[in-house]
Structures are given as structure tokens and as C-alpha cells.
């Protein structure tokens, strides 16, 4: 048994992918403009105010079926147990499933069959403006929902902080006091309190210089939600100010550090069984066992003899001498007495188990930005400097030489941040008869780029992570795996934008489509990674499937609507848009911007504003998401969406 283990231990198929942590949707389909029709009130002595309400209720229903082989052989599904292709390319450093790899992906792809509502939520905004003499003013922003359907999952139940996250919410945004007042006639305003700030020529596409405020991913992906309750304000003291005709600077300090929010473990969106709340940890499959006895002339054990905490169980309980026949809990399959298959094997579990995340420092996070109008053109150049931790995390792993939850000396994995980045940018806007467009370039000396070090096989490799039987390989208790190695990054991004007229650009497809406006928004963008290496033998781990990434990638992301004011006959107006998201080239080697060749969505839409106070409209979507192969985890799961919203 010792000698299984160890080879195991050195040649096993890691594959619960930690690198990868988010795949963000650009432009998701669920986002819904909204119009305020705010009750005004006045309190005497020049302090006045508004009070802006918005009510929605929306549900999302899944439109296409699972694809078997984004399913671990475990859950029934097809994943293949051959090789992923960082695996492929260069077999002497690493050795990965894709089996192992979709074990620990597909709760959220299971727990919704086509056809299932996997949201129905009511959710709530309320915005507080208060206006005082001598320039004061505030803001007070909060939002609240509650998701009927989120959990009622099909394959594993949501863990409790999981489904506490998913089905109700109640969170304070902005809410920062703001004081305008001149300086040697210039004008200066100082702000307080949780803000958001958006920096930079982006509209869609993550990764350039907007990147001050974190993204609530989760409420991104909620039917009826509203932009401004995507981006998590930050307590920041701002400053802004003309320093000469044309010229201003604007700075910041942030006093606390947020991060994103991710989609809860075994939600529709959730494509990590790691990353977001409810995660218990890594899973191994009975497949990895398989590749170690096969060789040896032993009978493949039954896919579900063991796997994660969904899995129907069928291994044989060392107890009792039957079939479990029922699910386990991540503490059981971690137990060496209790695990069907690892134990009797290798005496060890088959889980890595989750440790607590270690996020940033609040302290050293500022930046500082100048800006120029040309009086003729009305062009503006930019500058800018932002000093930031990560908001997105990496996955690490702790060994631990006594750890016996799996045969690996794997102690945990948990969530990990870098401190003290830096980012350097600069940005252009300018008009072109009736077009506006903007770009930007950023440049960050170290970008956390993901890397999965429990696939690196070779003991030489200097990313080597296991706990070995021999004492001239393994990693001594305590030792960390940092889950991310630094990488040089430029990015680039080109938007443009043209609101449709009659006598514009566009005037033509007006008239052809019988509409009297429109608009047309696009952007394209290009990461860099300069030093990226391939043939040093570092793990990188950014895609799903460890497509090896490339140094230059690419996207775009386009949107074009119409509108069909007192259509039918009615008061009620009609603005159909259409939305494609596309990646032109290359794999991404960090997870924003996520570029991966030929992924992207179709999103094909509808607003009906019914012109009635209070405000009231409604949102109708469809998203066909589509390309990237097997690195595209969201090519499954096409859905609908309705809203009703009313404001008042």
C-alpha cells in the first residue's frame, strides 16, 4: 500500500483547477437600465432632498440541457479521463484529468435541468439624496432581495452559507457625504464614505484602469438588477479638483479593502465548486484511483465508489460491509476510516479540505489621476496611478506532512490575494461628427496570473507541491503553494459609441426598421503578456480545461437597440437590442479580461417602458451562449430572463 501511495503521490491527476476563479459574463444580459421618478421633499432652512424607490421582480429559467462532458464520471456525467492540454503539451512536468477537473466544477451545472426556473426574485433599491446649503450633500444607498427558486437544486443541496447568500440580501451601498466649495476660484469637491469611482474609457470589459471598485458577480447575474447595484462601493476619501482652465486631479484613499462576490457554490452561474460561498473544498474521483491500479492489473473500481458531496455514494461503508447508497459529507469522504476507496487503498480521504481565505490589508490602497480638455475639441486626455491589492483571488494550498484527508499531505486550499500592486494608465476621448470614442492603455509591472500547482508531477519542477514519501522531494509542513506567479500586463480597449438620428450615420437602418432612435455601443480590447513563458514549466491554470494561454488575446463586445416610441397604438414605448460578445483570439492568462478564442453570447432583448407613474417596465432576455470548447463552462447553459420594475 505505501508503494500505491506513492505513486500516487507523484504521478496522481490533481485537476480541481484553483487557478481559475471567476468567468465573468461581459455585458450580462440581466442588467436593467432604470429611470428614477424620485419623491422630492423639503425640510426648511435650504436642506433638501429626494427619496428614489425601485421594486422588481424577475425570474430566470435555464433553456438548454447539461453537456455530460462538463459532468464528473462520479455525477453521472462523460468527462473524459484523458489528459488536459497543458498535460498534453508537456507531459513531463504535469499529469491532469479532465475528469478530476469537471468533479469540482459541476454542482451549479447540475442542480438546474433545461426548462427549471433557477431564480425568481423580488428585490428592492432605495436611494436617500440630501442637499444642504454651503455645498453639502449626501447619498445613502440600499438594496435588499429575496430569490424563491434559487434554492431548490435538483443534485446537492446549497451549503448553508451558500444558500444564504443566494436567497437573501440585504446590503448597504453608497453612502458618503459630499462638501463643493472653490479654492482661489476653482471649483473642489471632497467626498466621504462608501463610494464608487470610475476611472478609464471602459464599458464592458473588465481589466483596464475601471478598477477601483470590486464587482458583486452574484448580483450580476440577478434578473432585474440594476448597474449601479453591481459595483461594491469601498469607504474612500476623494478629492477632486480644477487646479487651472482645463486641468483637473482627482485622488483617492481607500480606508478598507473589498473583493469581488462570486456566485454561491452550486448555483446556476457557478462554475467553481472552490470559489464562493459553500465551498467544502477539493474533491478527488474514483478515476484517479483507476489510473494508478489499471497499470497494475487491478479491476476498476465503479465511477461513485467516491466523489464529492452531491454524489449518490456506492462504495462499500468499512462499517457495516454494504454500499453506502447515500451522499457524504466532505468530513466523512475525509475520513480514512469512513472513505470507501482511498482508505482501504492508501489509508487517506479523498478531499482537500477548505481553509479560511487571507484576504489583503486594508491599509495602502490610493491613486491619483489628471485630466485635460482642449478648449477647441473638447477632447480629454488622462492620466492615472492606482495602488491596489487584488480583488480577485488565487487558490493556495498548505501541506501539512500529517494531513491524512487526502493521500497528498494537502492540508487545505483557501482563497489568496496579492498586496501592493500597481497600475500605470492613460486614456483619450474624442467626437467624430456623431460618433464618440474613447481608449485607454494600462500597464501593471506584476498581474497575479493563476497557476494550479498540485498538477506538477515533476519533483524537479520547482512548482512541485506534494507531500512525497521520499524526503529529497517532499514539502515540509507548513509549506504554502501560492496558486499565482506575477506577470507584466498591458491592456488595451477602444470604445465607440453613436446615438442613431435621422439625419446620422445610422439614419438609413432607422428608417428601414421603422424606428426614430437608437444607439450603437461597442468595444474591442487586448491583453499583453509580455514574459509569458510556456516552455518553463510553470502550471498556468486560467482556463477551465488548462488550455495553455497565450501572450496576446483578444475581444470585442458589441450592442445595438432600437426604439418604438407609442408603438401599437399605445402609450407604451419598445426597445428591442441585440448584444454579441466574442473572443478574437488567444487564451487570457489571468482571469479579467477572460478572453478565450471564439467563446462569447448572443443576448437578444427587449425593454417596454409603459409610460404610466409610477415609472413601470419590463425586461424580457434570452442569452444563447456559444465557442471556446471545452473551455467555455457557460456553452451549457443558455437561459431566459423576465423583469418587472417599478419606481417611484
Given at each position: 500500500?505505501?508503494?500505491?501511495?506513492?505513486?500516487?503521490?507523484?504521478?496522481?491527476?490533481?485537476?480541481?483547477?484553483?487557478?481559475?476563479?471567476?468567468?465573468?459574463?461581459?455585458?450580462?444580459?440581466?442588467?436593467?437600465?432604470?429611470?428614477?421618478?424620485?419623491?422630492?421633499?423639503?425640510?426648511?432652512?435650504?436642506?433638501?432632498?429626494?427619496?428614489?424607490?425601485?421594486?422588481?421582480?424577475?425570474?430566470?429559467?435555464?433553456?438548454?440541457?447539461?453537456?455530460?462532458?462538463?459532468?464528473?464520471?462520479?455525477?453521472?456525467?462523460?468527462?473524459?479521463?484523458?489528459?488536459?492540454?497543458?498535460?498534453?503539451?508537456?507531459?513531463?512536468?504535469?499529469?491532469?484529468?479532465?475528469?478530476?477537473?469537471?468533479?469540482?466544477?459541476?454542482?451549479?451545472?447540475?442542480?438546474?435541468?433545461?426548462?427549471?426556473?433557477?431564480?425568481?426574485?423580488?428585490?428592492?433599491?432605495?436611494?436617500?439624496?440630501?442637499?444642504?446649503?454651503?455645498?453639502?450633500?449626501?447619498?445613502?444607498?440600499?438594496?435588499?432581495?429575496?430569490?424563491?427558486?434559487?434554492?431548490?437544486?435538483?443534485?446537492?443541496?446549497?451549503?448553508?452559507?451558500?444558500?444564504?447568500?443566494?436567497?437573501?440580501?440585504?446590503?448597504?451601498?453608497?453612502?458618503?457625504?459630499?462638501?463643493?466649495?472653490?479654492?482661489?476660484?476653482?471649483?473642489?469637491?471632497?467626498?466621504?464614505?462608501?463610494?464608487?469611482?470610475?476611472?478609464?474609457?471602459?464599458?464592458?470589459i473588465p481589466g483596464g484602469i475601471n478598477s477601483i471598485n470590486a464587482i458583486d458577480v452574484r448580483r450580476a447575474h440577478s434578473p432585474g438588477v440594476q448597474l449601479k447595484e453591481i459595483f461594491r462601493p469601498a469607504p474612500i476619501l476623494s478629492l477632486n479638483a480644477?487646479?487651472?482652465?482645463?486641468?483637473?486631479?482627482?485622488?483617492?484613499?481607500?480606508?478598507?479593502?473589498?473583493?469581488?462576490?462570486?456566485?454561491?457554490?452550486?448555483?446556476?452561474?457557478?462554475?467553481?465548486?472552490?470559489?464562493?460561498?459553500?465551498?467544502?473544498?477539493?474533491?478527488?474521483?474514483?478515476?484517479?484511483?483507476?489510473?494508478?491500479?489499471?497499470?497494475?492489473?487491478?479491476?476498476?473500481?465503479?465511477?461513485?465508489?467516491?466523489?464529492?458531496?452531491?454524489?449518490?455514494?456506492?462504495?462499500?461503508?468499512?462499517?457495516?460491509?454494504?454500499?453506502?447508497?447515500?451522499?457524504?459529507?466532505?468530513?466523512?469522504?475525509?475520513?480514512?476510516?469512513?472513505?470507501?476507496?482511498?482508505?482501504?487503498?492508501?489509508?487517506?480521504?479523498?478531499?482537500?479540505?477548505?481553509?479560511?481565505?487571507?484576504n489583503p490589508r486594508n491599509s495602502g490602497q490610493f491613486g491619483l489621476s489628471t485630466r485635460y480638455t482642449f478648449p477647441d475639441s473638447g477632447d480629454e486626455l488622462a492620466l492615472y496611478y492606482i495602488r491596489y491589492h487584488d480583488k480577485i483571488p488565487f487558490a493556495?494550498?498548505?501541506?501539512?506532512?500529517?494531513?491524512?484527508?487526502?493521500?497528498?499531505?494537502?492540508?487545505?486550499?483557501?482563497?489568496?490575494?496579492?498586496?501592493?500592486?500597481?497600475?500605470?494608465?492613460?486614456?483619450?476621448?474624442?467626437?467624430?461628427?456623431?460618433?464618440?470614442?474613447?481608449?485607454?492603455?494600462?500597464?501593471?509591472?506584476?498581474?497575479?496570473?493563476?497557476?494550479?500547482?498540485?498538477?506538477?508531477?515533476?519533483?524537479?519542477?520547482?512548482?512541485?507541491?506534494?507531500?512525497?514519501?521520499?524526503?529529497?522531494?517532499?514539502?515540509?509542513?507548513?509549506?504554502?503553494?501560492?496558486?499565482?506567479?506575477?506577470?507584466?500586463?498591458?491592456?488595451?480597449?477602444?470604445?465607440?459609441?453613436?446615438?442613431?438620428?435621422?439625419?446620422?450615420?445610422?439614419?438609413?437602418?432607422?428608417?428601414?426598421?421603422?424606428?426614430?432612435?437608437?444607439?450603437?455601443?461597442?468595444?474591442?480590447?487586448?491583453?499583453?503578456?509580455?514574459?509569458?513563458?510556456?516552455?518553463?514549466?510553470?502550471?498556468?491554470?486560467?482556463?477551465?480545461?488548462?488550455?495553455?494561454?497565450?501572450?496576446?488575446?483578444?475581444?470585442?463586445?458589441?450592442?445595438?437597440?432600437?426604439?418604438?416610441?407609442?408603438?401599437?397604438?399605445?402609450?407604451?414605448?419598445?426597445?428591442?437590442?441585440?448584444?454579441?460578445?466574442?473572443?478574437?483570439?488567444?487564451?487570457?492568462?489571468?482571469?479579467?479580461?477572460?478572453?478565450?478564442?471564439?467563446?462569447?453570447?448572443?443576448?437578444?432583448?427587449?425593454?417596454?417602458?409603459?409610460?404610466?407613474?409610477?415609472?413601470?417596465?419590463?425586461?424580457?432576455?434570452?442569452?444563447?451562449?456559444?465557442?471556446?470548447?471545452?473551455?467555455?463552462?457557460?456553452?451549457?447553459?443558455?437561459?431566459?430572463?423576465?423583469?418587472?420594475?417599478?419606481?417611484?
Open positions: 500500500m505505501k508503494k500505491m501511495a506513492r505513486k500516487m503521490r507523484q504521478g496522481r491527476q490533481s485537476g480541481f483547477k484553483p487557478g481559475m476563479v471567476v468567468a465573468l459574463v461581459w455585458g450580462s444580459s440581466t442588467v436593467f437600465s432604470h429611470t428614477a421618478s424620485a419623491e422630492q421633499f423639503d425640510l426648511g432652512n435650504g436642506l433638501r432632498g429626494s427619496f428614489d424607490s425601485s421594486i422588481s421582480f424577475g425570474m430566470a429559467v435555464r433553456t438548454s440541457s447539461p453537456n455530460c462532458a462538463f459532468i464528473g464520471q462520479d455525477n453521472g456525467g462523460c468527462a473524459s479521463s484523458d489528459q488536459v492540454g497543458i498535460a498534453r503539451r508537456d507531459p513531463v512536468n504535469f499529469n491532469q484529468s479532465y475528469d478530476l477537473t469537471r468533479l469540482n466544477q459541476d454542482n451549479g451545472n447540475l442542480n438546474y435541468k433545461s426548462g427549471q426556473v433557477f431564480s425568481a426574485t423580488l428585490r428592492g433599491v432605495h436611494d436617500l439624496f440630501l442637499k444642504a446649503p454651503d455645498g453639502w450633500s449626501g447619498l445613502m444607498r440600499a438594496a435588499w432581495s429575496y430569490d424563491f427558486a434559487a434554492d431548490r437544486t435538483r443534485y446537492a443541496d446549497l451549503e448553508p452559507d451558500a444558500r444564504s447568500h443566494a436567497v437573501h440580501d440585504i446590503r448597504l451601498l453608497d453612502a458618503y457625504v459630499n462638501k463643493e466649495f472653490e479654492i482661489d476660484q476653482h471649483p473642489v469637491r471632497a467626498r466621504v464614505g462608501n463610494q464608487v469611482i470610475s476611472w478609464g474609457e471602459d464599458i464592458f480644477e487646479v487651472a482652465k482645463g486641468l483637473s486631479v482627482e485622488g483617492y484613499y481607500q480606508t478598507r479593502w473589498n473583493g469581488y462576490e462570486f456566485d454561491p457554490v452550486g448555483t446556476f452561474f457557478s462554475t467553481s465548486d472552490i470559489v464562493g460561498r459553500g465551498s467544502t473544498g477539493a474533491f478527488l474521483p474514483t478515476s484517479l484511483v483507476n489510473s494508478v491500479t489499471g497499470p497494475l492489473g487491478l479491476p476498476p473500481a465503479p465511477p461513485g465508489t467516491v466523489g464529492d458531496t452531491g454524489t449518490r455514494i456506492i462504495g462499500i461503508n468499512p462499517s457495516t460491509g454494504l454500499p453506502f447508497n447515500r451522499q457524504l459529507s466532505a468530513s466523512e469522504l475525509a475520513d480514512p476510516n469512513l472513505n470507501p476507496l482511498y482508505g482501504p487503498l492508501v489509508h487517506s480521504g479523498s478531499v482537500i479540505p477548505r481553509g479560511v481565505d487571507r493556495s494550498i498548505r501541506v501539512n506532512q500529517g494531513a491524512t484527508a487526502n493521500p497528498f499531505g494537502w492540508q487545505e486550499i483557501y482563497l489568496d490575494y496579492a498586496e501592493d500592486r500597481n497600475l500605470f494608465g492613460v486614456s483619450y476621448n474624442t467626437r467624430a461628427g456623431d460618433w464618440a470614442f474613447g481608449t485607454e492603455l494600462s500597464f501593471r509591472p506584476k498581474e497575479s496570473t493563476p497557476i494550479d500547482p498540485t498538477i506538477v508531477s515533476n519533483p524537479n519542477n520547482p512548482y512541485y507541491c506534494n507531500a512525497d514519501l521520499n524526503p529529497a522531494n517532499y514539502r515540509p509542513t507548513g509549506y504554502v503553494c501560492r496558486g499565482a506567479v506575477d506577470q507584466k500586463k498591458y491592456q488595451f480597449h477602444l470604445t465607440a459609441l453613436n446615438i442613431f438620428t435621422p439625419g446620422g450615420s445610422f439614419g438609413g437602418l432607422l428608417r428601414a426598421l421603422g424606428a426614430t432612435e437608437g444607439t450603437f455601443t461597442s468595444e474591442l480590447a487586448a491583453a499583453y503578456y509580455p514574459d509569458l513563458d510556456l516552455n518553463r514549466g510553470i502550471p498556468y491554470s486560467v482556463a477551465s480545461d488548462y488550455r495553455s494561454p497565450t501572450k496576446l488575446s483578444s475581444g470585442l463586445v458589441a450592442q445595438i437597440g432600437v426604439n418604438y416610441p407609442a408603438a401599437f397604438g399605445g402609450q407604451a414605448s419598445y426597445a428591442p437590442d441585440l448584444s454579441l460578445s466574442y473572443g478574437m483570439s488567444g487564451v487570457s492568462a489571468s482571469a479579467l479580461p477572460g478572453f478565450i478564442q471564439g467563446a462569447g453570447a448572443v443576448v437578444l432583448g427587449l425593454t417596454v417602458d409603459f409610460k404610466t407613474k409610477p415609472a413601470t417596465k419590463m425586461r424580457v432576455d434570452y442569452t444563447h451562449n456559444y465557442g471556446g470548447g471545452l473551455s467555455n463552462l457557460s456553452r451549457d447553459r443558455d437561459f431566459a430572463t423576465f423583469s418587472f420594475t417599478t419606481s417611484f
